[in-house]
C-alpha cells in the first residue's frame, strides 16, 4: 500500500499514516500556487480501478510509481498555476458517479469513467469538497455541490468548512481533509474540533465506516489522502 499525501502533513499523522502502509510524502514548486501545491488531488485522479496523474507531476515521482509497480495511466493536461488549469484532476468519483466540472475535466478521465453517470457541478475543486462514500452517499462543504446532488436524489450531508485549515486561505475544503481506505474514513485532524463532528461521525456510521483520526488538531485540507495499490 502506496500512501500518497502533501508533505507539510503534520509529522504525527504522518506517523500515524506510516502504520497502514508506506507513506509518499508529495511536493511541488512552480507548477500551480503554494497552497496547494503538494496537494495529492490536484494533481492525481484515484478511482477504485485507476489512477490518472498529470503528466508535469516532477519525474521523480513517476520513478517512485513505476519502482512499486503502481500502475497508472498519464493525462494530457498539465496542472496549471491557475484555476481551472489547476483543477482539471480534481474530480470526485464514487461507485456510480463521476462529479465535476465537466468542462474542464482531464479527458482521460472522462474516457476511463464511460460506465459511470456525470453529474456537473460548477466547483472545480470538486474532490476537495466532496467525499464520496462506497454507497454513493456523499458529505460535502459546498453549496451548490450540496444543492445538485440533493435535486439528483443523492443521500448528501452538508458541513461547514469554516473550521477546516488550509494555510494561506480563510479555511479549506472538508474533503480535502479526508482519505478512505477499505471501511475507514482517515482524518487529517480530529472531528471534536469541528462544530458538526457528532454529526459527521454518526453519517459515516450509518453508511458502514469507522473512523480514524491522524492527530490531535483541527482538520487540516492536505488535498485528500491517497491509498494505492501495487
Not at 502533513?9 to 514548486?29: C, D, I, N, Q, R
Request: net charge negative.
Amino acid at each position: 500500500m502506496q500512501i500518497i499525501i502533501d508533505r507539510k502533513m503534520p509529522e504525527k499523522a504522518k506517523e500515524t499514516l506510516a502504520y497502514y502502509g508506506e507513506v509518499l510524502e508529495f511536493a511541488t514548486s512552480g507548477i500551480t500556487y503554494e497552497a496547494i501545491s503538494g496537494h495529492p488531488d490536484i494533481f492525481f485522479f484515484l478511482s477504485s480501478s485507476h489512477l490518472i496523474a498529470s503528466p508535469n507531476i516532477p519525474a521523480e515521482y513517476f520513478r517512485v510509481l513505476d519502482e512499486k509497480k503502481i500502475s497508472y495511466i498519464k493525462g494530457t493536461s498539465p496542472v496549471g498555476m491557475k484555476y481551472p488549469d489547476s483543477a482539471r484532476y480534481n474530480a470526485s468519483v464514487s461507485r456510480n458517479f463521476l462529479i465535476h466540472r465537466l468542462d474542464i475535466t482531464e479527458r482521460k478521465i472522462l474516457e476511463y469513467s464511460k460506465e459511470k453517470q456525470t453529474i456537473h457541478v460548477g466547483q472545480g475543486y470538486c474532490r476537495c469538497s466532496l467525499l464520496p462514500l462506497k454507497t454513493d452517499s456523499f458529505i460535502t462543504s459546498d453549496e451548490g455541490i450540496y444543492k445538485k446532488l440533493k435535486e439528483t436524489g443523492l443521500e448528501v450531508l452538508y458541513v461547514s468548512s469554516e473550521s477546516v485549515v488550509l494555510p494561506g486561505f480563510r479555511h479549506g475544503f472538508f474533503g480535502g481533509a479526508c482519505g478512505v481506505m477499505d471501511n475507514t474514513v482517515f482524518l487529517c485532524g480530529s472531528l471534536k474540533y469541528h462544530p458538526q463532528g457528532d454529526e459527521i461521525r454518526s453519517f459515516l456510521n450509518k453508511n458502514g465506516y469507522e473512523t480514524l483520526e491522524l492527530y490531535d488538531g483541527p482538520l487540516l485540507d492536505g488535498g485528500s489522502i491517497l491509498f494505492t495499490e501495487e
